[in-house]
């Protein structure tokens, strides 16, 4: 069995800060990690995702997440947020040649204040 | 391209008709998903396709029926809904179910009331 647990369901930040959402998974085997923004209205949009390989990706709009597998954890992170980052944002694991089912954590809604 | 789109975008029905929900993707994907998201929840998987067939039932009440008529397409037939079926209802594709690229690409949504 895998599960996500997001600490913190409503971040803020101002314009400019540092963004850092936080992931901890739990799986039974090595898993692939993901993390999908969701803006009002809409479907989910893929960010980034660690499947192997090198433990800092980086993904879209300036996000970058770490797979710290002692800390069994895999935080999002931005230098400077931008109003346009507010939303909502979900970690999801699934684990290799499992159906790619998706296990979804309960979300962190991102506000950005001027 | 990476899309997958989704038909109608918002969809109001009695617990007395029936409708179906479409989605299609063409970027070659052989696994299709449809998911179901209550308000201010994560999205919960329902069903499954791999090479048009279902691979994954997630426990989900007859009332929704999927179908996939081919590699391209995806259709969840909904019948006798109840108001508490109100969600937004999420297809996705990734190219199969063997994780050698395992994300999932996601539409936008069709957000289903019913009355």
């Known amino acids: 069995a895998q599960s996500v647990t997001q600490l913190g369901s409503h971040v803020s930040v101002s314009e400019g800060a540092l963004v850092l959402l936080r992931c901890n998974y739990s799986s039974s085997v090595p898993p692939y990690l993901f993390w999908y923004v969701q803006y009002p209205n809409q479907g989910l949009q893929l960010l980034l995702k660690?499947?192997?390989?090198?433990?800092l990706v980086k993904g879209i709009n300036g996000f970058e997440a770490e797979f710290k597998k002692s800390e069994t954890s895999f935080h999002l992170t931005k230098p400077s947020a931008h109003m346009s980052d507010a939303a909502e944002y979900f970690c999801?694991?699934?684990?290799?040649?499992?159906?790619?089912?998706?296990?979804f954590g309960t979300g962190t809604q991102l506000k950005v204040e001027l | 391209d990476t899309e997958v789109t989704q038909t109608p975008k918002h969809l109001v029905m009695g617990m007395t008709n029936k409708k179906s929900l479409k989605c299609e993707q063409h970027?070659?994907?052989?696994?299709m998903y449809w998911y179901k998201q209550k308000a201010k929840k994560p999205p919960e998987l329902m069903f499954v396709?791999?090479?048009?067939?279902?691979?994954i039932n997630e426990s989900v009440p007859s009332r929704f029926s999927p179908e996939c008529p081919n590699s391209s397409l995806l259709n969840l037939h909904l019948h006798a809904l109840q108001p508490e079926d109100s969600a937004l209802y999420l297809c996705?594709?990734?190219?199969?179910?063997?994780?050698?690229?395992?994300?999932?690409?996601f539409g936008q949504g069709t957000r289903l009331t019913v009355v």
């Open positions: 396709y791999s090479y048009e067939k279902l691979s």
């Open positions: 660690y499947t192997t390989g090198a433990t």
């Open positions: 970027m070659g994907h052989r696994a």
């Open positions: 999801a694991v699934t684990r290799p040649r499992g159906g790619n089912k998706l296990t």
């Open positions: 996705a594709s990734s190219q199969d179910l063997t994780g050698a690229l395992p994300e999932a690409f």
